[in-house]
């Protein structure tokens, strides 16, 4: 063995930054091996430990907490058999894993044209791009597409860089847009922006993001994480138009509408955003990755609040959670790029990828998903809410459609964070067949496919209110 490895591993094992609270659930503690030790069998362990030696090792991913070996619909089924409700699923499973529909679709595109060079045109990526166009908000129309949502987003910014020959961004701390040194630099989460990786992206401005229940700017809410308005005054609003009133010259603001945590926009919130990127000449990029396409009750979060950007950013549930493809849909005034090349991706066009979005989206239309997001979300929040009167662990429930979240305290009073709780609910419910992330170390996030059933709605909220139950004994 080379003398200096040792040495420079550790020179380069970094402490972990003291922000540690992250978007994703992380993956080092000591009742997560315990989990393992009692759960894995004999071919997961030995998958696992391959998985360990074969890939980087990064924080919320590798190592992994078990091996899968089947995903249909909403299940997912480890090596051992143990079937668990995908509560999380990276939000890309909204029509379910495997739908037939989809796979039949993706095999006949295969077989008429496997793939398209760049410089053609062909059919699939066409269709897909004015389907896009059909039925996104406003006049958003002009299309293009890349493999991942970081990558999209990058487009995006670029766009918005041609668009208004600025290059700075504004966009939330806390939140994740991608792993790319561009997307990286949107991010707020130390995970990505902080440590080794930087330095990211020059003019990556952020500010503090709306959170009622928590609020940065120190605002109270009522007791259902409701703001008080003419109090707080939307000083989180406020705030986006004051940093590009001192900043001047910001290309765009860039953010989820509704946050992936999750939290919900105050009523107001993106129309004064809107009206402040208006006055100070920067554009309104929508990162829906996670929540467009219905996952929220509506076709695009933003439809909630009436509000349209001026790009709006698609990805993973766009692929039908079997192939990956993200979409970046612009108003056709800003196709100012033509000269150069901001999206030239070698998949750019591949009509499998293409067909299997086109797919996904009739899926999505003629199951009536986004309907049925909009249904059980709203039962499943009025019983989360019952859940909250019940048990005083649950300081906070939010959430619309299928974007769910309970976020649990030591006291509602001090509203100090239980992640040690969280935690032990995330083992418990795993131990029951339910699967879900925690986010911020204390929120349980509730993120079903948009084909779950009211039966198996209720049943998941059995097993989360039974591992609150539990408390924070073993
Ligand atoms: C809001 C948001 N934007 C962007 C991304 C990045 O997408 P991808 O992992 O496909 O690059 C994610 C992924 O989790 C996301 O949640």
């Known amino acids: 063995m080379n003398p200096a490895k040792p040495e420079l591993a550790r020179r380069n094992s970094l402490e972990p930054h003291p922000v540690s609270q992250s978007e994703s659930d992380t993956n080092l503690t000591d009742r997560r091996a315990r989990w393992q030790s009692e759960h894995l069998d004999g071919r997961g362990r030995a998958l696992m430990e391959r998985d360990a030696r074969a890939f980087l090792h990064q924080s919320v991913s590798t190592p992994c907490l078990n091996a899968i070996a089947k995903a249909q619909g909403i299940w997912i089924e480890d090596t051992a058999g143990r079937r668990y409700m995908d509560f999380h699923g990276n939000n890309v499973h909204h029509i379910g894993y495997g739908h037939p529909r989809l796979k039949r679709a993706i095999a006949e595109q295969m077989e008429q044209l496997p793939f398209a060079p760049r410089r053609y045109a062909c059919e699939a990526a066409l269709e ?144 004064s955003v809107r009206e402040a990127c208006d006055r100070h000449g920067a554009l309104l990029i929508f990162d829906e990755i996670p929540t467009g396409l219905g996952k929220t009750g ?107 979240g309970l976020d649990l305290v030591k006291s509602r009073d001090t509203k100090e964070p239980d992640a040690e709780l969280a935690e032990t609910v995330l083992y418990r419910a795993l131990d029951r067949g339910l699967s879900f992330k925690t986010t911020m170390g204390n929120v349980l996030t509730l993120t079903p496919p948009l084909t779950i059933t009211n039966d198996e709605m209720m049943r998941a909220l059995d097993i989360v209110e039974e591992a609150i139950e539990g408390g924070n004994g073993e």
């Open 298 to 404: 509506r076709m695009f979060a933003c439809d909630h609040d009436g509000v349209i950007p001026d790009i709006l950013v698609l990805g993973k549930a766009l692929g039908g959670g079997i192939l990956p493809i993200a979409a970046v849909i612009a108003r056709a005034d800003l196709d100012v790029g033509g000269d150069w090349a901001f999206g030239h991706y070698t998949h750019e066009k591949n009509p499998v990828t293409a067909r299997a979005a086109l797919t996904t989206i009739e899926i999505i239309e003629d199951e009536g998903l986004v309907e049925n997001a909009a249904t059980i979300g709203a039962a499943a929040l009025e019983r989360l809410c019952e859940m909250k009167q019940r048990l005083p662990a649950i300081g906070d429930v939010r959430g619309r459609g299928l974007l769910l």
């Open 128 to 271: 897909l791009a004015e389907k896009l166009a059909a039925i996104a908000p406003g006049s958003l129309e002009k299309v293009l597409f890349t493999t991942g949502g970081s990558d999209a987003v990058e487009v995006a910014v670029k766009v918005a860089r041609a668009a208004t020959r600025r290059f700075k961004t504004l966009s939330f701390w806390d939140a994740f847009h991608g792993a790319g040194l561009g997307a990286s630099s949107l991010s707020g989460e130390a995970l990505f922006r902080a440590g080794p990786g930087a330095p990211f992206m020059a003019g990556a401005q952020h500010v503090a993001p709306f959170g009622c229940y928590r609020c940065p700017y120190g605002h109270p809410c009522d007791e259902n994480g409701d703001p008080f308005l003419d109090r707080c005054r939307l000083a989180c609003a406020n705030m986006v138009d004051y940093v590009l009133a001192r900043e001047g010259d910001v290309a765009a603001v860039i953010c989820e509408p509704a946050r992936a945590v999750p939290y919900l926009p105050p009523p107001g919130y993106w129309q």
